[in-house]
């Protein structure tokens, strides 16, 4: 049974930081690159940032410099550091598994967990 479940989300003033955890079920994370999507309302669900098994990431535009995907093989757990927040960075967040192609584009999974709410004020 696949499971993701995600956490550390928060009511953040803008300049903070969050850490975001993702814990996978291991049949999931252990084959899989991972990665985090993002869906603020009304908005269509966009990438943020992904990672695969051998440590190569792809991050979004918005995100490079400010945001850091990492992951703990031991722990099945990828992580997302998102520092200097702003607004528009508000968004339900989610992990799946996803499939990284060469030329840089980023394929999610079928699976998704429930997410985990990040809210930053202004």
């Known amino acids: 049974q696949v499971q993701l479940v995600e956490s550390g989300g928060g009511l953040v003033e803008a300049g903070g930081s969050l850490r975001l955890s993702c814990a996978a079920s291991?049949?999931?994370?252990?084959?899989?690159?991972m990665g985090w999507y993002r869906q603020a309302p009304g908005k269509q669900r966009e990438l943020v940032a992904a990672?695969?098994?051998?440590?190569?990431?792809n991050y979004a535009n918005y995100a490079k410099g400010r945001f850091t995907i990492s992951r703990d093989n031991a722990k099945n757990t990828v992580y997302l550091q998102m520092n200097s927040l702003k607004p528009e960075d508000t968004a339900v967040y989610y992990c799946?598994?996803?499939?990284?192609?060469?030329?840089?584009?980023?394929?999610?999974?079928?699976?998704w967990g429930q997410g985990t709410q990040v809210t930053v004020s202004s």
């Open positions: 799946t598994a996803v499939t990284m192609l060469v030329v840089g584009i980023v394929i999610p999974g079928d699976y």
């Open positions: 291991g049949s999931i994370f252990s084959s899989n690159a």
């Open positions: 990672m695969s098994t051998s440590g190569r990431t």
